[in-house]
């Protein structure tokens, strides 16, 4: 079991930034590949940011290229960040962040074990 909590939601306006956290506990070691996801209403969760924990590859969604920075805690690398630039209101959405087993960049949600509970990011236009 792996336990995910996410932090740092919040309401900001449009053009500004949040920094995310998520803190993976548990038997974290069976696990290569940890992603943002989001969710905004009457929509599909959508992969947001990828990173592999061991080599720190990373993968971004076209909408929040060159906006949004995932990386890992040098220290603690069971915790994962996700800066967020340039903050548009279409990036509202619930954040979720998730671990997978598998060695390559998972892109899909079915492909991640474990889901923390959410934060919220509100941005006003």
């Known amino acids: 079991q792996v336990q995910l909590v996410e932090s740092g939601g919040g309401l900001v306006q449009a053009g500004g930034s949040l920094r995310l956290s998520c803190a993976a506990s548990g038997r974290t070691f069976s696990y290569y590949t940890m992603g943002w996801f989001r969710q905004a209403p009457k929509k599909e969760r959508e992969l947001v940011a990828v990173?592999?924990?061991?080599?720190?590859?990373?993968?971004y969604a076209d909408s929040v290229k060159g906006r949004f920075t995932i990386s890992r805690d040098n220290a603690n690398k069971n915790t994962v960040y996700l800066q967020m630039n340039s903050l548009k209101p279409e990036d509202t959405a619930v954040y979720y962040c998730?671990?997978?087993?598998?060695?390559?960049?998972?892109?899909?949600?079915?492909?991640?074990?474990?889901w923390g509970q959410g934060t919220q990011v509100t941005v006003s236009s």
């Open positions: 990173i592999k924990l061991d080599g720190g590859s990373t993968y």
């Open positions: 998730a671990v997978s087993k598998t060695l390559v960049l998972a892109t899909s949600a079915s492909q991640y074990d474990f």
